[in-house]
């Protein structure tokens, strides 16, 4: 059997993407709850969520997540009502472990990765992935970062 390196490359950033929601899951949490929620997009409708955040004027973040071949939702939910602020801080502080825990997956890995907030953003208000807080991370393997010399 012989693999393109097309074919290789698709299947090996949807295994990260895979990594990296599992590395979200199993990062530390505040008090032991665990309120962290998961989505990987691909194909249509990781282009849907492009489209929309082009339409909420995040025109370079939208060309970003169209030219990225996986994009990685990660969400927190508060509970309602939030019963105590410091409830309420530590689950933010759970997204930014899982966030961080996620990115680090796809970095050892060597796929590039951006966290934005703009792509959960538009995730949100698509209905995609139902959290109270959501930051998206697209994955690209092309031979150049595609993060790095953004256009404004």
Known sequence: MIIDSETA?????LD????????????PKARGEDNIKT??????????LADTMEKMGRTRDSKNVKDAGVVVLIGVDFGSPVEEWINFRGKLIDLGIALGSA????????????????????AMR?????????LGIPLSTKGKNIFFDRKT
């Open 9 to 13: 490359e698709r299947e090996a950033i």
């Open 16 to 27: 990260v993407a895979r990594l990296m929601v599992t590395s979200a899951r199993t990062a």
């Open 39 to 48: 989505l990987i997009l691909v194909e249509e409708d990781k282009d849907k």
């Open 103 to 122: 990115v680090r997956t796809a970095s050892e890995l060597n796929v590039d990765n951006r966290i934005m907030y703009s792509v959960g953003s538009a």
């Open 126 to 134: 698509m209905g995609i992935m139902k959290s109270d807080e959501v």
